[in-house]
């Protein structure tokens, strides 16, 4: 059985992969935005920034556990943390929601937030559990999405975004239920899982090699 | 239901018949690109003499009219645009 230590070294470890992932994602579609000037890329780059600064915050949180003297294993740093991801899973979700108000088509999953956002009693839990209302709603859009355009990579990211929807929702169950360590090491591993999925989608572009210099 | 397309979307798609309707390699006229673009005479004006500017596409200039032929760079801005474009699909957006 792995002690606390090991357990924080090995959660501060797939927190920078979700770290590199999220920002790699976040540079594709920001270099995306310099070319087609496209908002809806815009939107996605940001939500992987948040991302990214989220899960750096969480993995030097986790460092800190490790090193003491470093002492940033307080609260706000967490809850500062969990604000930063909840943001990008609300740019996430917000992506979608704008294609969805443009097509004048309202998701029906939107009705679900005010129930959802009441279920904890601090600001951590609620904040865990809009980022699994974020993603969910990110993964009811791309199905839809799917519905329309068939290609399977989108399917794909969809199961992506799955994985990291119930590795928030772990995340959730974490917080309440923090004498379960198991939940934590569970809820990255979901998470990475899901991030290395979304990453595909750069390492074709990578492969791909798009040049342009500079915006038209 | 109709949806509107972004100035770069445009541009992609005048780039695009530029270099798909130059079969004969003598460039194409405006009238083929205006059925194509689906914008107004004046916007078109515009717009290609904003794309030869910017050297996406070349003018061939006759006698009597100014074909367009699409340029390196622009070959290389449809690449892109379509990489970007299959890159926001993939997660479920449009451009």
């Not at chain 1, 609260?75 to 990008?88: A, H, I, N, S, W």
């Not at chain 1, 979700?93 to 679900?112: C, E, N």
């Amino acid at each position: 059985m792995p002690t606390a230590p090991d357990m924080a070294l090995i959660d501060a470890m797939l927190q920078f992969i979700g770290v590199f992932v999220s920002f790699s994602v976040a540079y594709v579609a920001l270099k995306g935005v310099r070319q087609t000037e496209s908002m809806s890329l815009m939107r996605l780059g940001l939500a992987f920034a948040f991302l990214g600064f989220g899960f750096l915050v969480e993995s030097l949180v986790g460092l800190g556990q490790l090193f003491p003297r470093l002492s940033i294993t307080a609260t706000d740093v967490v809850v500062g943390g969990l604000l930063l991801e909840t943001t990008g899973y609300f740019f996430l979700a917000f992506s979608h929601a704008v294609d969805v108000v443009l097509s004048k088509r309202m998701g029906a999953a939107l009705l679900i937030l005010p129930v959802m956002s009441l279920s904890g009693p601090d600001l951590a839990n609620i904040l865990s559990i809009l980022s699994f209302y974020f993603v969910m709603y990110g993964v009811v859009e791309t199905i839809y999405s799917y519905s329309r355009t068939r290609k399977p990579d989108t399917l794909f990211i969809a199961m992506g975004l799955s994985l990291l929807g119930v590795g928030t929702f772990f995340q959730w169950l974490s917080l309440l239920y923090q004498y379960v360590a198991v939940l934590s090491l569970l809820q990255i591993i979901l998470q990475v899982m899901g991030l290395t999925i979304l990453f595909t989608p750069v390492l074709r572009f990578a492969v791909g090699g798009v040049k342009v210099n500079g915006p038209v | 239901m109709a949806q509107y397309r972004t100035q770069v979307k445009i541009i992609a798609d005048v780039l695009s018949t530029a270099r798909d309707m130059n079969v004969e390699g003598t460039g194409v006229g405006v009238t083929a690109l205006l059925r194509r673009g689906n914008i107004s005479y004046t916007r078109m004006s515009k717009l290609l003499s904003e794309l030869v500017g910017s050297g996406l596409l070349l003018e061939l200039t006759g006698e009597k009219i100014s074909k367009y032929m699409i340029s390196d760079k622009g070959i290389q801005f449809l690449a892109a645009y379509y990489s970007f474009e299959d890159f926001a699909q993939t997660f479920g957006l449009r451009l």
